[in-house]
């Protein structure tokens, strides 16, 4: 039976892609890890630290796995405040998968980028491989994940592939760690008090999707024939784009009075470093994205779901 491996299942992401690839294959052994013992959660799970490699090794051997998709990683404002943890995580927890990949013979390794791959001197609607240079630790990381990714394809033929995403939004998980996560926690707080204190600047605008969108868009580049792929981790992908006012503005058509009030913290020049939309035409023609959420019908799932939630 193939087996796949997800690393980081406690996450914002896996704890969406685990269920959604149980759903997706009947005759595949989904194997969920995280660094955290015992959770409650369906089975197989496993413990895994990935900055130990050994303990990757040992559940690779263990199942005989075929694919990973490495979602374990600390997000961008996680990564300021504790940049040697950050390093450690996505640094050294990705060379420890791709190493036992070549290792072990992998089908395949799926490891998500991200917009922060960009810094301040790439604005504007950037494509795969306009100039990368970000300021903080989580874009370095992630820059280099895409070399590297790069680096093992050429080298190794180990087939690495991932997608730059940029904020996911989710009635699902709360995010933790990022500076997107403004435009998922504002949802639960005017629900639940009708207020929310924003971290940035209310025209601070960011490239965003909805997690099914992510989730299919994961989903579908990890299935793609490998020859119709021009890159490997660098896939942009930009769901929709709004202003942390925008959103409020939405927000407050559904629920009625949403006192929103914005006091930029230092994850504001995070924000600021990042380009507001993304070309995302290679995504487009070469596997076929194209997301189904625009603003209106993401804040109306968000609200409908996190209402029922509260009832
Ligand atoms: C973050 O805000 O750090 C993440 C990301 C854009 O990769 N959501």
Not at 68 to 81: D, N
Not at 124 to 151: C, D, F, H, Q, W
């Amino acid at each position: 039976m193939d087996t796949i491996l997800v690393t980081g299942a406690l996450g914002q992401i896996g704890s969406e892609l685990t269920p959604a690839l149980r759903d997706r294959y009947d005759d595949v052994r989904i194997v969920a890890s995280d660094i955290e013992s015992g959770p409650d959660v369906s089975q197989p799970y496993e413990t895994v630290d990935v900055t130990d490699r050994s303990q990757v090794e040992a559940v690779v051997e263990k199942y005989d796995v075929d694919t990973v998709f490495h979602l374990a990683a600390l997000l961008s404002a996680a990564g300021e405040q504790n940049p040697d943890k950050a390093f450690e995580v996505n640094i050294q927890g990705l060379y420890n998968v791709l190493e036992v990949g070549r290792e072990y013979g992998l089908n395949r390794i799926v490891v998500p980028s991200s917009i922060a791959v960009y810094g301040p001197a790439t604005r504007n609607n950037p494509s795969e491989r306009a100039i990368r240079s970000p300021t903080t630790m989580y874009g370095i990381s992630k820059v280099l994940a895409e070399n590297l990714a790069t680096y093992y394809y050429q080298t190794y033929d180990l087939d690495v592939r991932g997608i730059r995403l940029p904020g996911i939004v989710s009635h699902k998980t709360r995010p933790d760690g990022g500076t997107t996560d403004y435009a998922v926690d504002a949802f639960y707080e005017a629900i639940d008090t009708g207020e929310y204190t924003y971290f940035v600047r209310k025209d601070t605008r960011l490239p965003m999707v909805y997690m099914a969108d992510a989730i299919d868009a994961i989903i579908t580049l990890s299935e793609a024939d490998k020859s119709d792929l021009r890159f490997q981790c660098e896939y942009n992908i930009s769901g929709l784009s709004f202003t942390a006012s925008e959103l409020s503005e939405r927000i407050e058509e559904r629920i009625g009075r949403f006192n929103a009030r914005y006091e930029p913290d230092g994850r504001q020049s995070i924000a600021d470093s990042w380009p507001s939309t993304l070309d995302d035409s290679a995504a487009r023609s070469d596997w076929g994205w194209s997301p189904e959420y625009d603003l209106d019908r993401l804040v109306d799932e968000m609200v409908r779901n996190l209402q029922r939630k509260v009832k």
